[in-house]
């Protein structure tokens, strides 16, 4: 979980300051890379997580998994297009770094039983 959390976290530090350096596009440039790296490590250590506290179930856990990734993406889209269509861009990186975030911290928590 913790490269979950880590992942999540840093994923969502990028995605909220690129609106701040839109003047830099070579650092923007880097950026989307980094986005990119990261958000390979997301679904991935995601299932792994699951996959591994239910070792009695792996087609539940994967069931479960696709269809979370699948709500959120219908969920992601449909706010993101209302976020871009009423306030732009910058709000919609800046909404999406804190979701991430946010999904980090609560990963952080449920892992110690808080």
Do not use: K
Request: aromatic share 6%.
């Amino acid at each position: 979980m913790l490269t979950f959390a880590g992942a999540a976290a840093a994923f969502g530090v990028v995605l909220a300051s690129l609106p701040a350096l839109a003047g830099a596009p070579a650092l923007v440039s880097v950026l989307i890379g980094v986005w990119g790296a990261l958000w390979g490590l997301v679904p991935l250590a995601l299932q792994t997580h699951m996959l591994t506290a239910t070792p009695h179930a792996p087609e539940a856990a994967s069931s479960i998994f696709i269809t979370v990734m699948q709500l959120a993406i219908a969920i992601g889209s449909g706010v993101g297009g209302v976020l871009v269509d009423s306030a732009g861009l910058s709000t919609l990186f800046v909404a999406a770094g804190s979701a991430a975030i946010a999904s980090a911290l609560f990963a952080l928590l449920t892992r110690h039983g808080l």
